[in-house]
């Protein structure tokens, strides 16, 4: 696939996760991506966000909780999660908000494949 997350699992309630989402495109490559948790009885909503300059956004409910950072020498953005809660549970998939390149580089609105996170009481 062109963005593979991956990194999910199942942990206890407090515990944490570090996703990856490998973005196969060239490295010179920038964008702006997104992290999107979805469970089945609710639409997608984005958690966390982050723009070419590295400036990061996050929903109220994960805000304090999760960082994220893009690793452009790597082409990965990564998302680390702490302090872990039941409501964190979902499929996380890594999205291509808005490419800023030209040349070989991902469509905007490109998704992944997802990776499951599971956060027991």
């Known amino acids: 696939g062109l963005l593979v997350e991956s990194g999910g699992g199942s942990v206890q309630a407090g515990g944490s996760l570090r996703l990856s989402c490998v973005r196969s495109?060239?490295?010179?490559?920038?964008?702006?991506m997104s992290w999107y948790p979805h469970v089945p009885w609710k639409a997608r909503e984005f958690v966390a966000r982050i723009d070419v300059f590295g400036y990061a956004t996050f929903t109220d409910s994960v805000k304090d909780r999760f960082t994220l950072f893009q690793n452009n020498s790597a082409n990965t953005l990564l998302l680390r999660m702490s302090s872990l809660k039941p409501e964190d549970t979902g499929m996380y998939y890594c999205?291509?908000?808005?490419?800023?390149?030209?040349?070989?580089?991902?469509?905007?609105?490109?998704w992944g494949q997802g990776t499951q996170v599971t956060v027991s009481s």
């Open positions: 999205k291509i908000d808005k490419s800023h390149t030209d040349g070989w580089c991902l469509p905007n609105d490109s």
């Open positions: 495109s060239e490295i010179t490559c920038r964008y702006d």
